[in-house]
C-alpha cells in the first residue's frame, strides 16, 4: 500500500508539472494570436518559451528517473542556458 501512495503522489506533482505546461501553452497561444504584438508581447513569447522548456524539461526527468526505478523527486529545474546547450 505505501508503495502505492508514493507512486500516487509522484503522478500528482508530474500533473502540476503538466497543468503549468498547459497554461504556458495557453498564454503563448494567446500572444501568438495577437494580429499586432506590442513590443511586450514578444518579450512575453520569448519568457514563455523559455519556461515552457523548462518544464518540459522537468517532466522529461522526473520520466527518466521514474522508469530507471528512482525518485522522481530528484528532478531539477534547470537554467534556460543549460537546456538551450542540449538541444544543440
Do not use: C
Not at 502505492?4 to 497554461?23: A, C, P, T, Y
Not at 512575453?44 to 518540459?56: A, F, G, I, P, R
Not at 522526473?62 to 522522481?72: K, L, N, Q, T, V
Amino acid at each position: 500500500m505505501f508503495k502505492n501512495k508514493n507512486i500516487m503522489e509522484e503522478k500528482r506533482e508530474d500533473n502540476s508539472v503538466i497543468d503549468h505546461i498547459r497554461q504556458l501553452t495557453e498564454k503563448e497561444e494567446h500572444l501568438y494570436s495577437k494580429p499586432e504584438p506590442t513590443d511586450q508581447d514578444i518579450e512575453d513569447m520569448h519568457t514563455v518559451k523559455s519556461e515552457l522548456d523548462q518544464y518540459w524539461d522537468l517532466l522529461r526527468q522526473r520520466r527518466a528517473f521514474r522508469d530507471a526505478g528512482e525518485d522522481p523527486n530528484r528532478a531539477q529545474m534547470r537554467s534556460v542556458d543549460t537546456i538551450e546547450r542540449y538541444k544543440k
